[in-house]
Nanobody, 123 residues
Framework: QVQLVESGGGLVQAGDSLRLSCAASGRTFSSYTMGWFRQVPGKEREFVANSWSNAVTSYADPLKGRFTISRDNAKNTVYLQMNSLKPEDTAVYYC?????????????????WGQGTQVTVSS
């Protein structure tokens, strides 16, 4: 079992940066692909990025260049650095985990989820 707790969300202005953190329980963190997803009311959960390691990552194409995923296996933590934020980035951001390596962006592939953290970007 893996428990995930996100933090770092909040209200920011367009153009600002924000870093989300996700702390995971357990002793096999490095064996999990960690992902970030986001969701707005009335829409499906959307893939943002995932990480098998800091050298093996993938991103949703529209977010490449603005968002960066990283992880610290010693701290059992994955991060999402978000730069040049736009109002359309407003969403609840979820951390997710799945055992083993995957580049899969389908949320159904992930077994463990955090409770989510709200990010609101004002114009």
């Amino acid at each position: 079992q893996v428990q995930l707790v996100e933090s770092g969300g909040g209200l920011v202005q367009a153009g600002d940066s924000l870093r989300l953190s996700c702390a995971a329980s357990g002793r096999t963190f490095s064996s999990y692909t960690m992902g970030w997803f986001r969701q707005v009311p009335g829409k499906e959960r959307e893939f943002v990025a995932n990480s098998w390691s800091n050298a093996v990552t993938s991103y949703a194409d529209p977010l490449k260049g603005r968002f960066t995923i990283s992880r610290d296996n010693a701290k059992n933590t994955v991060y999402l650095q978000m730069n040049s934020l736009k109002p359309e980035d407003t969403a609840v951001y979820y951390c997710a985990a799945t055992m083993g390596y995957t580049r899969n962006s389908d949320s159904k592939r992930y077994n463990y989820w955090g409770q989510g953290t709200q990010v609101t970007v004002s114009s």
